[in-house]
């Protein structure tokens, strides 16, 4: 891939986050994804590549834009697919709570999995413990695990998790082992990512998600260094049918970094909307707003952290008024 794409690909996330920023707090979660998903698609438009969607929006019919299998790009430069989440806590916004972000990840074509869309158990960890956590470990042998790792007493490991009704017994067996936890409304996305840096303070992500942001997930953590590891969880027939008609008979399969990402590189970009641990969201301030972004590539290793400062009457198509 293109060294140059890195920069292309934060153009678009930027343009996601001002533009659903508008709807933060405002209880509209369908607005704010519409506005991130349109902006997005636009910047794809002007960006040299040869992209298509393996994971967005959802399929054709489903979805107007940035569905599964749209062409991406100006049709010249590298082949690549191209994993997106216009807005990554659609309830995070309409909430006006933390961690919400405007996600893209691509790889060299035929290298992202094409995860259905559906659960996934995932279990997540930085550079540390890499090598060192099995998903069909115990909660206590996992947790215990990442101390050993990290160099921590159990009690000073923290666990991320989604805050459902159907982590109850996760929870509690996280509990039982001493651990702390942090739960969490929407955003697993994030979620994974944080396990990578010290300063957010987490050690380790546990629970059932989207598989879709999964493969985000370990994009951004083959860039870090890190791990993901996942299992498919359909809840019903017609789940079980898409799963073998993907090929994947045996649903106690565990899908690794280099399936859900292939080959030695990989690009990861992701524009804070509202702040987080990681990342300030968008800030307005008269004609002017502040985005932070993270844009990192699995090939050379470097991640960069970009602030922008953007004139909003320059780009008045890209930041829709509620």
């Known amino acids: 891939m293109e060294r140059s794409l890195t920069m292309e690909l934060v153009r678009v996330t930027e343009a996601a986050a001002l533009s659903s920023a508008r709807w933060m707090g405002r209880g509209l979660r369908n607005e704010a994804d519409d506005a991130a998903t349109s902006a997005m698609r636009t910047v794809f438009d002007t960006i040299p590549m040869q992209g298509v969607v393996v994971i967005g929006e959802g399929e054709m019919d489903e979805a107007p834009m940035l569905y599964i299998g749209e062409k991406l790009g100006t049709g010249v430069g590298p082949a690549v697919d191209v994993a997106v989440d216009p807005l990554e806590g659609t309830n995070i916004v309409a909430q006006g709570t933390w961690n919400a972000l405007a996600v893209i990840a691509i790889a060299d074509k035929g290298n992202l999995l094409h995860a259905p869309d559906m659960y996934m158990e995932k279990i997540a960890v930085g550079t540390e413990a890499v090598g060192k956590v099995d998903i069909n470990a115990s909660t206590y042998e ?18 991320i998790v989604l805050d459902r009704p159907r982590h109850q017994q996760l929870i509690q067996e996280i509990r039982q082992a001493g651990a702390r936890i942090k739960l969490i409304p929407d955003g697993d996305v994030a979620a994974a990512i944080n396990t990578a840096f010290d300063e957010t303070g ?4 546990f629970g059932i998600g ?5 493969v985000l997930a370990a994009v951004a953590l083959k860039c870090l260094g890190g791990e993901i590891q996942g299992k498919l969880v359909p809840k019903d027939e017609a789940e079980r049918a898409r799963c073998e008609k993907m090929g994947i008979k045996d ?11 292939k080959g030695d590189d990989a690009i990861f970009a992701a524009t804070g909307v ?7 969201g968008v800030q307005f301030k008269g004609t ?5 972004t993270v844009v990192m590539r699995a090939k050379s290793g470097t991640v960069r952290f970009i602030d922008g400062e953007h004139s909003l009457k320059k780009k008045p198509n890209l930041v829709m008024e509620p």
């Open 142 to 159: 996992n947790l215990q695990a990442v101390a050993d790792a990290k160099k921590k007493d159990i009690e000073d490991v923290v666990a």
């Open 202 to 205: 987490v050690d380790i992500l």
């Open 210 to 214: 989207g598989a879709p942001e999964g």
């Open 251 to 261: 649903l106690d399969r565990v899908f690794y970094m280099e399936d859900f990402c």
């Open 274 to 280: 509202t702040d987080g641990e990681l990342l300030k």
């Open 288 to 292: 002017r707003a502040t985005t932070q």
